[in-house]
């Protein structure tokens, strides 16, 4: 065994042993070239280098943080308002199977004669009106980012409706403020969606709250994907096909949508 391990060590000396004495030979070469001074301005540089890393962030672009904005969440999307229903829907997410198509035939576009009536702006919001409970109702907002349609105290007791038609509601709405805001309950309510020529009616379940708000409904996913509703916030319209096939055109209000802009901002 011993003699096996020497022959192996003679291999490998021959083999290498050349160019490990030229390594070492260099290594004392380097090591006499320090001493002597003539690398120190090479090494200070290195060094230098080294120490100084990554160049560092401008502090000015370090912009503090004092919260978060978020859309609404909750309501009847997702599953329900109970954890139970929302662990059910997540789970059926997961599972594949063909998916039926139950949208209206209508085809929905839009063209550059939807600009002719439109004023010119800056990202105005899509303010539309629409009518429910025997009345025409504005400053309704078209929200994609909420997973609710939300009614608001002061319009409910506007359209004269009795606490009676409230139905409880267990859960909560969060996103207002970044905290949960209680729910007075929900009502279903018939909903007119017109453009003076064509009209469409849908029972929409609509989220009651008492929270202060410039707008009188909030039109969350829920209703917009029922309706099958197509949004342009560059045409300023909201298009969603009729029973009957044809194409609802519902032109937003600008100048309600900028005066509710602004009564939010004060």
């Known amino acids: 065994m011993l003699g096996r391990k020497k022959n ?156 009676d038609q409230l139905r409880p509601y267990p859960g909560c709405l969060y996103g207002f403020a970044g905290d949960q805001v209680e729910v007075q309950g929900y009502i279903e309510l018939r909903t007119t969606f017109t453009d003076g020529t064509v009209v469409r009616t849908e029972k929409i379940k609509y989220l009651v709250v008492n929270a202060p708000s410039a707008y009188n409904i909030l039109l969350g996913r829920p209703t917009l994907n029922r309706l099958g509703a197509v949004p342009s916030t560059r045409h300023m319209k909201l298009k969603l096909p009729s029973m009957e096939g044809a194409v609802i055109t519902i032109k937003s209000d600008q100048k309600e949508a900028r005066r509710c802009y602004e009564n939010n901002l004060k």
């Open 8 to 163: 192996v060590w003679c291999e490998f000396h021959q083999a290498y042993g050349h160019s490990l004495h030229t390594c070492l030979g260099l290594g004392h070469q380097l090591a006499e070239l320090v001493k002597s001074g003539f690398l120190s301005d090479y090494l200070r540089e290195t060094q230098g280098d080294r120490a100084s890393g990554p160049p560092a962030e401008d502090p000015q672009h370090d912009v503090p943080v004092h919260g978060e904005v978020h859309t609404i969440a909750g309501g009847f999307s997702g599953g329900g308002c109970t954890a139970s229903q929302r662990k059910r829907y997540a789970r059926s997410v997961m599972t594949v199977d063909s998916v039926e198509d139950h949208s209206l035939d209508a085809y929905i576009m839009f063209t550059k004669a939807d600009l002719r009536d439109v004023v010119p702006h800056d990202n105005d919001p899509i303010v539309i009106s629409l009518v429910t409970a025997g009345r025409k109702v504005h400053r309704v907002l078209r929200d994609p980012g909420s997973s609710a349609d939300v009614m608001f105290w002061p319009t409910f007791n506007k359209l004269q409706l009795s606490l």
